[in-house]
Nanobody
Framework: QVQLVESGGGLVQPGGSLRLSCAASGSIFRVYAMGWYRQAPGKQRELVATITSVGSTNYLDSVKGRFTISRDNAKNTVYLQMNSLKPEDTAVYYC??????????WGQGTQVTVSS
């Protein structure tokens, strides 16, 4: 399995920035895709951004141009840089690693609150 530990959430004003980190340990060699999801109160969890083992990225339309997903293979860490944050970005953010053999690991979640 892969264990994930997230950090970097918090309270930020509209227009501000945050960077989320997700550090992985365990069977990293099995991983082929990493992603960030979010879930706002009363809403379903939605996919925010993904990055594959070869570096291909994909984004939710509403975050394109504002969020950037990246990874540091040496540190087994995936990041989500969030700029120009809006109140509607408020949610609990979860990282997810998927891999061969049915690997599907989730972080514990980190709260992001965008409010003045």
């Amino acid at each position: 399995q892969v264990q994930l530990v997230e950090s970097g959430g918090g309270l930020v004003q509209p227009g501000g920035s945050l960077r989320l980190s997700c550090a992985a340990s365990g069977s990293i060699f099995r991983v082929y895709a990493m992603g960030w999801y979010r879930q706002a109160p009363g809403k379903q969890r939605e996919l925010v951004a993904t990055i594959t083992s070869v570096g291909s990225t994909n984004y939710l339309d509403s975050v394109k141009g504002r969020f950037t997903i990246s990874r540091d293979n040496a540190k087994n860490t995936v990041y989500l840089q969030m700029n120009s944050l809006k109140p509607e970005d408020t949610a609990v953010y979860y990282c997810n690693f998927r891999g061969f053999g049915g690997l599907d690991s989730w972080g514990q979640g980190t709260q992001v609150t965008v409010s003045s």
